[in-house]
């Protein structure tokens, strides 16, 4: 089972235009085309980040996942095109394996023991970098010292299908997602928790541990790669804020 991952970025202007193409358009016509093969579609609205949390390539609108049996075969599969919707997004996706591939901290806590402020991020290795090497680095080096954020709590990671796979479905021509509005070719998701976001502060920008940073890093500090090209990332909350497999509300 694979799991597909959506972060979408928008000009919150057009919010509640991109909110009823969600709901009316685009997650019926994931469900109905894709059922078969979908056993979850999940959508969180991620939480409004402060301003310092901003510069860590924050994406602000829906992040979906999508928990698939088998994926179906790419192009139309005799459906029309999607819907198109009122603005193009910016677009972060991946598929990844259904449960983490990594499973760092914080497994035994209970729920009732921690709040869940989730920060959500896609990360991928600067280009020409093996993968191999970044691999070395994050588990070997970057992941132990990570483990020492203060407040962190929960942390685990999914390392990337290993080939590329394309979203299945059709647009229509000259529609999205045209090849500058979705990023592709990530190489981990990532999940760190905290309580609030004053730990979050505490533990990424007051007193963070000290990282080790890899030879092949392109900027001096964390995340040691560009944010908003090689790290992306958002804030969610626990509960999804739609089930759309479980919950087919219709829009009005």
């Not at 023991?113 to 970098?129: A, D, I, S, T």
């Not at 203060?150 to 299908?161: I, Q």
Request: proline content about 11%.
């Amino acid at each position: 089972m694979l799991k597909s991952v959506v972060m979408h970025d928008i000009p919150m202007a057009h919010v509640a235009a991109m909110e009823r193409w969600y709901y009316r358009d685009h997650a019926p016509e994931i469900n109905r085309r894709f059922g078969p093969w979908l056993v979850r579609h999940d959508s969180y609205l991620p939480v409004d980040a402060p301003p310092e949390a901003r510069s860590y390539g924050f994406f602000n609108w829906r992040v979906t996942e999508g928990y698939w049996r088998e994926l179906p075969a790419s192009g139309p599969g005799g459906h029309l095109a999607f819907t198109l919707p009122p603005r193009v997004p910016r677009v972060a996706a991946g598929f990844f394996p259904a449960q983490p591939t990594e499973d760092f901290m914080g497994g035994r806590i209970q729920p009732h023991e921690r709040n869940v402020l989730r920060w959500y991020v896609l990360l991928r290795y600067p280009e020409g970098v093996a993968k191999e090497e970044g691999e070395r680095w994050f588990l070997d080096v970057h992941a132990k010292e990570a483990m020492r954020q203060p407040g962190l709590f929960r942390f685990f990671s999914f390392r990337a299908a290993p080939e590329r796979i394309a979203l299945p479905g059709e647009w229509p021509a000259g529609g999205p997602p045209g090849a500058d509005t979705v990023m592709h070719s990530w190489d981990r998701l990532i999940e760190l928790w905290y309580d609030s976001f004053d730990d979050w502060r505490r533990a990424v920008l007051d007193a963070p541990p000290r990282y080790t940073p890899p030879a092949w890093a392109t900027q001096a500090s964390y995340p040691f790669v560009v944010p908003g090209i090689d790290f992306v990332s958002s804030f969610l909350l626990e509960r999804p804020a739609d089930e759309f497999w479980r919950d087919a509300r219709g829009y009005l």
